[in-house]
């Protein structure tokens, strides 16, 4: 670290926060069923979609054994809980979604 934060910085940036909801997205006991593909291929499509209505703030797929992926989502945790309960691969078993609600920093973005 070589940025020197003061408190003050710190309480005007708490200031900015606003809600949002983490989307965690974990391999199920279905990954692998027959099908999958095809319903990996939806769901990727569904959260494309998400992502291009505003939905999904931020989508990042995880390389991982056990987690999928994860979404920041602008939606409250409850509602975020519907969509994701409507995913093809949540609703096949494929992937199990656990959602928190969490606050972020409008105007965060990945870097280019």
Sequence with gaps: MTTTITDEQIR???????????ALLWWGPKRHMEGAAAIELEHQRRMVALRAD??????????SETLAG???????AEEARDVMAADPCVRAEMMVCEVHACHGFPGDALPA
């Design 54 to 63: 505003g939905v999904i703030a931020i989508l990042c797929p995880v390389g």
């Design 12 to 22: 005007e940036l708490a200031q900015t926060a606003k809600p949002y909801s983490l």
């Design 70 to 76: 994860m979404a920041i989502m602008n939606l409250p």
